[in-house]
């Protein structure tokens, strides 16, 4: 079974650019997660959906901050325009009802 | 929302050496993993363990629910088991089963 796959691994752009997130999730699972990581810390919940539709974005910080999930499978973040503050790995996660969430390996971002 | 504690922060540990983490959250829940992050940043499943005792090798963990505790055990510890142990939570209260992450355990195994 093929685990969640992100692009890019690594990115490094200038404060005030934009930058996009790409996330495929297991399939048949219907909960995709986008999470922060800042160095030394736990990661934090941005953003989850249930198919295509948000349950939690309480944490996304909506002026900069964008995402969605077409059709339900399929999942991109957006930053715009990028803080120097925002520099993380950026975790995006996919779970089945009942079961556990699986990681992918993660978007490491550097905002210089 | 939900608050996990996790201790001991730090650990360092000989190779062969047991070790207990633990994991506090402040109210019900109806999930709990734990996961190893490796060097690279990976976050590994280790368990899905919202109730009782599970074991995978060298691992095991034990969740009691009913005074809101996890404890993660590590037997006979190796150098790949360096790296940090998350746990997480899902409150019942919490919609979609959102789940809260710990500040980690930061373990390291000296040869």
């Known amino acids: 079974e093929a685990g969640v796959a992100q692009s890019p691994r690594y990115k490094i752009i200038e404060k005030r650019q934009s930058v996009a997130f790409w996330c495929n999730p297991i399939s048949g699972h219907a909960t995709l997660y986008w999470y922060q990581q800042i160095l030394g810390q736990g990661p934090k919940l941005l953003i989850q959906?249930?198919?295509?539709?948000?349950?939690?974005d309480s944490q996304l910080p909506k002026d900069r901050f964008s995402a969605e999930r077409l059709k339900g499978v399929d999942s991109t973040l957006k930053i715009q325009p990028a803080k120097l503050e925002d520099s993380a790995v950026y975790l995006c996660a996919s779970s089945l009802q009942g079961f556990g969430a699986f990681f992918g390996q993660g978007t490491r971002l550097t905002v210089v | 929302g939900i608050q996990v504690e996790q201790s001991p922060p730090d650990l360092i540990l000989q190779e062969g050496a047991n070790s207990t983490l633990r994991c506090n959250f402040s109210d019900s829940v109806n999930n709990l993993q734990w996961f190893h992050q490796n060097p690279w940043g990976q976050l590994i499943n280790l368990f899905y363990?919202?109730?009782g005792t599970k074991q995978n090798g060298r691992l095991s963990a034990t969740t009691v629910a009913t005074e809101r505790y996890s404890l993660l055990y590590i037997s006979s510890s190796q150098t790949t088991d360096s790296g940090v142990y998350f746990c997480a939570v899902a409150g019942v209260e919490a919609a979609g089963n959102k789940l809260t992450f710990g500040g980690g355990t930061r373990v390291l195994v000296k040869p």
């Open positions: 363990i919202p109730s």
């Open positions: 959906f249930q198919n295509n539709g948000v349950v939690d």
